[in-house]
Antibody
Framework: QVQLVESGGGVVQPGGSLRLSCAAS????????MHWVRQAPGKGLEWVAF????????YYADSVKGRFTISRDDSKNTLYLQMHSLRAEDTAVYHC???????????WGQGTLVTVSP | EIVMTQSPATLSVSPGERATLSCRAS??????LAWYQHKPGQAPRLLIY???TRATGIPARFSGSGSGTEFTLTISSLQSEDFAVYYC??????????FGGGTKVEIK
């Protein structure tokens, strides 16, 4: 069965950096685009970034553009989110999600919590 | 950016009753609309895509309808496991992908 397991969250100071990972199993990872979606405390879901299956296209939400980078290592079946210049408003649970037919998600991970605090 | 608006924010329903959730798009998204169920501490789950197609393994009590800018998710007879937050999401015109603010279905 499809499994997506995020890791790498934690507490970081404003201006700091963090790299999240998403380990995928149960499907041919290299054939699918992948997303990051976050949920701030008490808020709804917010799409963060997308990486096409072949790495040819990357898209970002305006709120993270220029600070976050999405990448993948197909040899390790792993998706990454490198986050720099973190702000308090980046505090959230970050989920990775598998893309199907361009822009909708058929499987999600449980998420990893990122807290940006002095 | 397409803005998605869900109503109501909270819906109080008794087990066995029908729940009707609404989602409105700021411009047409055709039928490129999905619904997700999210419980605290869990991964969100895809319920409906293409506005009305149930995802694999989703019970028949969940149904979706609508097109263009107005959409509805109906849960015909609420079970205890259905109490959760429900989100609509458009994938017609992106980036960005956008979600509604969510409807919390709680026990009355």
């Amino acid at each position: 069965q499809v499994q997506l397991v995020e890791s790498g969250g934690g507490v970081v100071q404003p201006g700091g950096s963090l790299r999240l990972s998403c380990a995928a199993s149960g499907f041919t990872f290299s054939n699918y685009g992948m997303h990051w979606v976050r949920q701030a405390p008490g808020k709804g879901l917010e799409w963060v970034a997308f990486l096409r299956y072949d790495g040819s296209n990357k898209y970002y939400a305006d709120s993270v553009k220029g600070r976050f980078t999405i990448s993948r290592d197909d040899s390790k079946n792993t998706l990454y989110l490198q986050m720099h210049s973190l702000r308090a408003e980046d505090t959230a649970v970050y989920h990775c999600a598998k893309d199907v037919t361009g822009g909708r998600f058929d499987y999600w991970g449980q998420g990893t919590l990122v807290t940006v605090s002095p | 950016e397409i803005v998605m608006t869900q109503s109501p924010a909270t819906l109080s329903v008794s087990p066995g009753e029908r729940a009707t959730l609404s989602c409105r798009a700021s411009q047409s998204v055709s039928s490129n609309l999905a619904w997700y169920q999210h419980k605290p501490g869990q991964a969100p789950r895809l319920l409906i895509y293409g506005a009305s197609t149930r995802a694999t393994g989703i019970p028949a009590r969940f149904s979706g309808s609508g097109s263009g800018t107005e959409f509805t998710l109906t849960i015909s007879s609420l079970q205890s496991e259905d109490f959760a937050v429900y989100y609509c999401q458009q994938y017609n015109n992106w980036p960005p992908l956008t979600f509604g603010g969510g409807t919390k279905v709680e026990i009355k």
